[in-house]
T-cell receptor
Framework: GENVEQHPSTLSVQEGDSAVIKCTYS??????FPWYKQELGKGPQLIID?????GEKKDQRIAVTLNKTAKHFSLHITETQPEDSAVYFC????????FGAGTTVTVRA | EAQVTQNPRYLITVTGKKLTVTCSQN?????MSWYRQDPGLGLRQIYY???????DKGDVPEGYKVSRKEKRNFPLILESPSPNQTSLYFC??????????????FGAGSRLTVL
């Protein structure tokens, strides 16, 4: 099955700076890579996803990049704001979804 | 409002005392799943259901049972809880399953402590 590794486990950034979270996957058959954001006391919620036929996708301040050859993908958050503080999970999927261990992002005011 | 509802949100129990965590969705989703979240381990799938009366094991099914008698409900049963089942549990649903490429809607979580 798929194995997804996520780094770093914690990330502290100054408000306005950028944040980058990186994930690697093991199964070359994986073709769908979502990112979920979990705010305190809530369940994870999809914020952006990318499919294997696309190299990059952007939605306002967040972007994902995918390198199929190297089997890694990344989440980029620009101009971070306090509401970006949360736990972020990457995931990879061939026929079932496998999640990374999560990254706790703290945006310092 | 489209949502997944879990109950209870918090529970402290003792070893061996059977408990059930309920999960209900109002979106007519076919696929439902249970995950547990532990520090450093992320979200691990316990059981999932592709449709009514169809359930299957996920990655960490030991010590858990599920049933899917109705489309909207997917309860998680711990017949004899043990301290290693202390965790944060999430129920999730999606329109269909089987491909992995479906948006999951998660409940708010149920924090379980087994003493």
């Amino acid at each position: 099955g798929e194995n997804v590794e996520q780094h770093p486990s914690t990330l502290s950034v100054q408000e306005g700076d950028s944040a980058v979270i990186k994930c690697t996957y093991s199964d070359s058959a994986s073709n769908y890579f979502p990112w979920y954001k979990q705010e305190l006391g809530k369940g994870p919620q999809l914020i952006i996803d990318i499919r294997s036929n696309v190299g990059e996708k952007k939605d306002q301040r967040i972007a994902v990049t995918l390198n199929k050859t190297a089997k890694h993908f990344s989440l980029h958050i620009t101009e971070t704001q306090p509401e970006d503080s949360a736990v972020y999970f990457c995931a990879g999927s061939d026929y079932k979804l496998s999640f990374g261990a999560g990254t706790t992002v703290t945006v310092r005011a | 409002e489209a949502q997944v509802t879990q109950n209870p949100r918090y529970l402290i129990t003792v070893t061996g005392k059977k408990l059930t965590v309920t999960c209900s969705q109002n979106m007519n989703h076919e696929y439902m799943s249970w995950y547990r979240q532990d520090p450093g381990l992320g979200l691990r799938q316990i059981y999932y259901s592709m449709n009514v009366e169809v359930t299957d094991k996920g990655d960490v099914p030991e010590g858990y049972k599920v049933s899917r008698k109705e489309k909207r409900n997917f309860p998680l049963i711990l017949e004899s809880p043990s301290p290693n089942q202390t965790s944060l549990y999430f129920c999730a649903s999606s329109l269909i399953g089987g491909t992995g490429a479906n948006v999951l809607t998660f409940g708010a979580g149920s924090r379980l402590t087994v003493l």
